[in-house]
């Protein structure tokens, strides 16, 4: 209970200062007013280009744009510009969820529902007693090198050419999210609300 307070807490703050993906709000607000339920870390999807400036040294790297809808290959061709130092990688990313259940029971059911919604990367985190960590993840991730240090070593013409598949990835995995939003609304029917939700944030209601 305490863990899901603050959780729901964290959650509420982040909408109000519009920290969260505008795309998955309704669907984070019905899964985290389940019964026996709650979010801690979730993610839309995105595209973007990034430099980093070594192998793995993820805490430095720099987004030149991050966008959690498609790109152009203008926007993209224009955020390359601002280059500087280290490798440059597009990337494309599905949506993502870290959701808690508060006992195996309903761990296992969260994992059943990341799967049959076409998350096939959902696996489980944590697991314990009194708490069961899923990661409902996809299979759409893409990686492209584009260069390192200021100088993009491709033709426009492959550039754009990645641009195209990764956001053709990115529609591709967030077409799921009405499947994911359906088979929660079903979990929701089985386990119930939780009041507390309603307890630390009434207007929150009218969203789901």
């Not at 209970?1 to 998955?24: G, N, P, Q, W, Y």
């Not at 430099?51 to 987004?63: N, T, V």
């Not at 979990?187 to 009218?206: H, Q, S, T, V, W």
């Amino acid at each position: 209970m305490r863990a899901k307070r603050e959780a729901l807490k964290t959650l509420f703050t982040a909408i109000k200062e519009c920290k969260v993906d505008s795309d998955i709000i309704d669907l984070l607000l019905l899964i985290n007013s389940i019964k026996g339920v709650y979010t801690t870390s979730s993610c839309s999807g995105r595209v973007g280009i990034i430099e980093e400036p070594k192998i793995g040294a993820k805490p430095l790297s720099r987004w030149l744009i991050k966008k959690h809808f498609p790109i152009t290959f203008e926007e993209a061709k224009n955020s390359l510009k601002a280059a500087q130092k280290g490798v440059i990688f597009l990337k494309a990313q599905p949506p993502i969820f870290h959701i808690v259940g508060e006992n195996v029971e309903i761990g296992k059911k969260l994992h059943e529902i990341g799967l049959s919604s076409g998350f096939k990367y959902t696996t489980f985190k944590a697991l314990s007693k009194e708490r069961v960590l899923v990661e409902i993840n996809s299979t759409e991730y893409l990686t492209v090198p584009l260069g390192g240090d200021g100088r993009i070593l491709i033709s426009d013409e492959y550039l754009e050419f990645s641009i195209n598949l990764a956001n053709e990835m990115l529609k591709r995995s967030k077409s799921r999210l009405p499947r994911l939003e359906k088979n929660f609304k079903k979990l929701k029917e089985e386990l119930g609300e939780d009041e507390l939700f309603y307890e630390l944030n009434p207007p929150m209601a009218r969203y789901i």
